[in-house]
């Protein structure tokens, strides 16, 4: 079965940054749309950034936009997440995810029901 298992997570200070990991199993990596979500306590699931099956295209979310960058190694399953000038309301929990390979082939989505498969999540915590 599909697994995504999600590393890089801790606890950092304000400015600081952080390299999230998740390596993919149980799926043919290369054919699979990417993103990182993130949740933080009594909030909704926030769509981070995405990834195209190639890595030829990304997409952010305004919060995370010019400070953190996806990126993905389809020669050993892993897609990243490198997050910099970290600030407290970055704390969360972030997952990764995939949409199925017969959805991979769209444009990139920034929302959660279009993906499929999803990690355990990292908690990430920024202190002031």
């Known amino acids: 079965q599909v697994q995504l298992v999600e590393s890089g997570g801790g606890l950092v200070q304000a400015g600081g940054s952080l390299r999230l990991s998740c390596v993919a199993s149980?799926?043919?990596?290369?054919?699979?749309?990417l993103g990182w979500f993130r949740q933080a306590p009594g909030k909704e699931r926030e769509f981070a950034a995405a990834i195209r099956r190639d890595g030829s295209w990304t997409v952010y979310g305004d919060s995370v936009k010019a400070r953190f960058t996806i990126s993905r190694d389809n020669a050993k399953n892993t897609v990243y997440l490198e997050m910099n000038s970290l600030k407290p309301e970055d704390t969360a929990v972030y997952y990764c995810a995939a949409r199925a390979q017969w959805a991979s082939y769209s444009s990139l989505s920034q929302s959660p029901h279009d993906y499929n498969y999803w990690g355990q999540g990292t908690q990430v915590t920024v202190s002031e």
């Open positions: 149980g799926l043919t990596f290369s054919r699979h749309q």
